[in-house]
């Protein structure tokens, strides 16, 4: 934290960590590192492309990204 405003910007990401956490291994402990490893790869696909986000207006992470994807090309 080394400037104006920098404790702020951590927001986003312990806010993700949070939701990560509650919704995923808390609910269903892993047995091992390769199985963790498993449940965040499945959460994560299910946050960016299935999970609809208010911030968004109801859309998907991903859909938003596949839309900037093609304004770019």
Known sequence: ???K???TDNAFIERLC???KYEK???NPPSDGMN???KLAEYFNYYNN???HD???DKTPGSIH???EQILT
Do not use: K
Request: aromatic content about 8%; overall charge positive; hydrophobic content about 30%.
């Open 1 to 3: 934290m080394d400037g």
């Open 36 to 38: 963790l490893y498993l």
């Open 55 to 57: 911030s968004l207006d």
């Open 5 to 7: 405003g920098r404790a």
């Open 50 to 52: 299935e999970r609809r």
């Open 25 to 27: 291994p808390y609910l």
């Open 18 to 20: 949070r939701s990560v």
């Open 66 to 68: 596949q839309r900037q």
